[in-house]
């Protein structure tokens, strides 16, 4: 693998456009999708995965598991395969696993590597050098792994040796992460004995229910008044399956709201997953007014889904609550956009992880909607955004983060001037068909 470069920007810009109208697909779920690989490369045998997310975070992880000792193919219909190496049984790779852009595969396969006597360096570009590694370093510390090399406080490049045989632990995680909980779990899957995790806030539970599925023996109660307590027996006999990938809501996210700020808009998005611990953003915005309906809900790949129809609406500011702030955490900087645009206020709280995501996204926000006129405050780790008509005209620095090259990218399409992005070539790592379908929607970008 070739370590990222990315020195050359690509900017592009929004400009008012007429009712989005029309029916979308948006692709696989990012989150489900780096799991379905990883679950294939420690069941022995084919899984086979429809619907993965061909962005370029997860075929960093579709990389790393070859690497690994998995075979990896896509087939002509779209459909991919896994014959993985097997729990316990993973190849010594030869080369760095460079995840490019990617937090959650690497942070889930360093869980991975730490169970195994493997040593493995890891790298990505300059956002994920820059991205906290020690929240995930200190507990496969603690299960037996060791961190041979790291630069500056755990960040990457780092280098992990793996154990042969992980402790048990039972570990609260001080924040709610699913990237933690994955990777204590993906680790705990090799120890001879029992994992737990405490978390005070549920974070998505992806993992745990794709381990099932796989047939690993895993518990999930609850904890206090919002945690989960999760039990993981080590060792099990993990069966390959086939996994159907359902629609990232966090992508979805994106034509929502931009039908929701674009008069007479309307816009069916199909097979949206509505996993409970994913839809605040949905719950944020009817409470702000939205005409969001859902039908045809139904089950694909073991998690609900639902058809999402959104109409234009005159959205109102809300309080968001920083309990919700788990089941939307990706979906702020478009919750900020659709902000921009309601009658009055709405101050987001409890946004502290936001700071430590492929950018300091309260940052990129706050700077983000000040180029283009709309007035908000950081106040703590609170953010506070004044409504009404947006009078766009800025640039905006993305800082090599997709989702705040995605938002005002959907904020220009209603603005009163047309809004530039510096740069949109990291929308490919998570939606890399982002502006063909907007277009076929109605969208306007140059
Ligand atoms: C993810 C967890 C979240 C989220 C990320 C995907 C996952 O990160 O922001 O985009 O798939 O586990 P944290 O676990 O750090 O909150």
């Not at 075929?59 to 896994?82: F, I, N, P, Q």
């Not at 737990?196 to 109660?221: C, N, P, Q, W």
């Not at 309307?266 to 007014?289: F, K, Q, W």
Request: negative net charge.
């Amino acid at each position: 693998m070739h370590l990222s470069d990315h020195n050359s920007h690509a900017p592009l810009s929004a400009s008012a456009c007429g009712p989005l109208k029309g029916r979308i697909r948006p692709p696989g779920d990012k989150s489900v999708s780096h799991r379905s690989l990883i679950l294939g490369l420690l069941a022995v045998g084919e899984t086979k995965i429809t619907g993965l997310l061909e962005g370029e975070d997860v075929l960093r992880t579709a990389d790393a598991c070859r690497h690994l000792g998995a075979k990896v193919v896509r087939h002509a219909d779209g459909g991919w395969s896994v014959w993985g190496a097997g729990l316990g049984s993973l190849m010594q790779p030869s080369e760095t696993l460079d995840f490019g852009n990617a937090g959650t595969g690497s942070r889930l396969m360093m869980g991975v590597v730490a169970g195994h006597p493997i040593v493995v360096r890891f790298d990505g570009d300059a956002s994920l050098r820059k991205r906290p590694m020690k929240r995930i370093l200190d507990p496969l510390l603690l299960q037996g792994a060791q961190v041979l090399e790291q630069a500056h406080d755990g960040r990457l490049p780092l280098v992990i040796q793996g154990s042969s045989e992980p402790l048990p632990v039972e570990y609260k995680t001080p924040v709610a992460s699913a990237q933690i909980k994955s990777a204590v779990l993906f680790c705990g899957l090799n120890s001879p004995g029992q994992t737990t995790v405490i978390e005070v806030e549920a974070s998505r539970d992806h993992t745990e229910k794709m381990l099932a599925y796989f047939g690993a023996t895993i518990k999930s109660e609850p904890f206090g008044p919002h945690g989960r307590k999760i039990t993981l027996q080590g060792r099990p006999e993990l069966s390959p399956r086939v996994v159907n990938v359902p629609v990232d809501p966090s992508s979805a996210a994106f034509p929502l709201v931009a039908a929701l700020i674009i008069p007479g808009s309307r816009v069916v998005i199909e097979g949206v997953m509505t996993n409970p611990l994913r839809s605040g953003l949905v719950t944020t915005l009817l409470e702000m007014g939205a005409d969001i309906k859902l039908e045809n809900q139904r089950e694909e790949g073991g998690e609900e889904v639902a058809d999402i129809i959104a109409s234009y609406s005159q959205l109102r500011g809300v309080e968001v609550p920083p309990e919700r702030a788990p089941s939307m955490i990706d979906e702020y900087p478009i919750l900020a956009v659709a902000a921009s645009f309601a009658k009055g206020a709405t101050l987001m709280r409890g946004l502290s992880e936001l700071r430590v995501k492929e950018s300091d996204r309260l940052a990129a926000v706050a700077e983000g909607l000040r180029v283009n006129g709309v007035v908000n405050e950081i106040i703590g780790d609170d953010l506070k955004v004044e409504g009404g008509a947006v009078v766009g005209g800025g640039v905006v620095e993305t800082h090599l983060d997709h989702r705040i090259a995605m938002s005002f990218l959907i904020m220009g399409l209603a603005a009163q001037k047309k809004i530039t992005v510096d740069d949109e070539t990291m929308i490919k790592t998570s939606f890399p068909q982002f502006q063909s379908l907007m277009q076929e929607l109605g969208a306007h970008f140059s």
